[in-house]
């Protein structure tokens, strides 16, 4: 019997801690995926996003988002309205040590916008600790691609929104925020399923 829900295979070694501090995606990784948010009362975090935050800040990690918004570019949004949802992610998840947002569009040719490195990259400089040092925890490809670019390690958290392929390409994947925290941190031993789609 196909099970009803998707199951992600969980890979990577436990070892020792390998980062000094974790960015992460906003939507669809620390609160739930509201295309273009422009209202903060939509602002709803991720089931495991509070518990993470706190493993790896006790941990002594440096936290940071890293997002696309490409609603900017579209004007679809006001910066100001990017403003007012990070402004409330950041009281209902923070403090964060960096933020980096990226308002372009798929073709403004930028080296922020996810898959690219700049918003990795400006986020290490920002925080002084070189990308190797660094981990990228996102939902989707481009989360993944970004980190490899900058030479950041990463790990992917699947939802609804993932697809079959960047959960085989990704370097580690795990079930939830804590689990990737934990993942991080040499905490947590790999356990081993298989990714399946209700109907696949």
Partial sequence: MTPPHPRPIVIGPLGPRT?????FDRDGTLVVDVPYCA????????PSARAALAVARAAGLA??????????????LDPTDVQRVNDEVE??????????VCPHGLDDGCECRKPMPGMVLAAAAELGIGPERIAVVGDIG?????????GAASVLVPT????????????????????AVEHLLGTVAP???AWT???S
């Fill in 160 to 179: 609804s929104a993932t697809r079959p392929e960047e959960i085989r390409a990704a370097p580690v994947v795990r079930p939830d925020l804590v689990s």
């Fill in 39 to 46: 209202d903060a009362r939509q602002v709803c975090p991720m």
């Fill in 191 to 193: 356990t081993v399923g």
């Fill in 19 to 23: 980062v000094d501090a974790v960015l």
């Fill in 63 to 76: 936290t940071g988002v890293v997002t696309n918004q490409s609603g900017v570019a579209r004007r679809i």
């Fill in 91 to 100: 009281r209902l998840l923070g403090p964060f040590d960096t933020w980096q």
């Fill in 142 to 150: 481009s989360d993944i691609a970004a980190a490899d670019a900058a």
């Fill in 197 to 199: 789609r209700a109907g």
